[in-house]
């Protein structure tokens, strides 16, 4: 038998550049299987043999996006800031930055519907799954250190500062996303809308957020000065 032209993964991620193809040319819903396997040159059963559905795909796709924006923002809560500096940072980071399809924002809203979920493979959710542990990890890890090395004025209870201030700030950074997709519904059409700019230090999300940050008895809570400075640094690390 001769030996097989592709390895398993030179295969995989020959669907997957391909499964991108056909959804830059039409869209995460209605891109097929079959144009899949015809985009990457394999047949259908070699594309079925990683991906038994078009579901799995997605689910793939959403697992390298999330990676991608994971990888981020470990690099900038890696950075030698303060607790309360490396949440506002997470804020002011560059949409585009944390981009890894141009789709990246129709494919979260598909791979998190429940039908997909349920129609995927365990195989991939559970990869989307652990991808949500290991960022979760990470971000309680960072967090942790600067609680443990003393930042705040007074003991909190760990856990359940890190729950806090990391679902208050997801939601309010998602939140504000969603909002902005619903004022800009027309630049969308148009091709003008501003969702990839990083947002100034005197946007209502970013007041907000040091408003929220600075609920917390910080030894040093945030100043504008500090988030400018926070700014700047982003700005020369390509960061924004």
């Known amino acids: 038998m001769p030996a097989p032209k592709f390895s398993t993964e030179e295969q995989q991620r020959k669907i997957i550049d391909a499964a991108v193809e056909c959804i830059l040319a039409s869209s995460v819903t ?141 939601a309010m950074m998602v939140g504000h996303e969603r909002v902005l997709r619903i004022q800009q519904s027309k630049q969308i059409i148009e091709g003008t809308a501003t969702l990839s700019a990083p947002l100034d230090v005197n946007e209502p999300l970013i007041r907000s957020m040091i408003r929220l940050i600075n609920s917390y008895p910080w030894q040093q809570p945030l100043t504008l000065q500090t988030v400018n400075r926070i700014v700047s640094l982003l700005t020369e690390l390509n960061f924004r």
């Not at 303060?82 to 791979?111: C, V």
């Not at 007074?154 to 997801?170: G, H, K, P, R």
């Open 30 to 170: 209605s891109f097929t299987m079959a144009k899949v396997a015809s985009k990457s040159g394999l047949s259908m059963g070699s594309v079925y043999k990683h991906f038994q559905c078009k579901e799995d795909i997605v689910m793939a796709l959403a697992f390298e996006s999330f990676s991608h924006i994971t990888s981020v923002f470990q690099q900038v809560l890696d950075l030698e800031l303060s607790t309360p500096e490396k949440i506002i940072a997470i804020s002011l980071l560059s949409p585009e930055k944390l981009q890894r399809f141009p789709f990246d924002s129709e494919l979260e809203s598909f791979a998190t519907n429940d039908a997909v979920i349920r129609k995927a493979t365990p195989r991939w959710t559970q990869k989307m799954i652990d991808a949500g542990a290991g960022c979760e990890a990470m971000f309680k890890a960072r967090l942790s250190g600067g609680i443990k090395a003393d930042e705040l004025v007074q003991s909190v209870n760990v856990d359940e500062f890190i729950e806090e201030i990391t679902v208050s700030s997801w």
